[in-house]
């Protein structure tokens, strides 16, 4: 699954695919809901910082 996958690949190699995936479609609530944006940002933030870790 993505976890095996995410350790065969290296950490930068990995950190890039996951902003790469993450960031289109943060970007794409952030246009739709931008009453949400600080919410939305805050939780994409903790998301990806637990998936990375």
Do not use: C, M, Q, Y
């Amino acid at each position: 699954g993505w976890a095996e996958a995410g350790r065969a690949v290296t950490d930068a190699a990995g950190r890039a695919i996951l902003s790469a995936a993450v960031k289109p479609p943060t970007t794409d609530f952030k246009a739709r809901v931008p009453g949400t944006d600080d919410h939305r940002k805050a939780r994409s933030a903790r998301v990806t910082v637990v998936v990375v870790n």
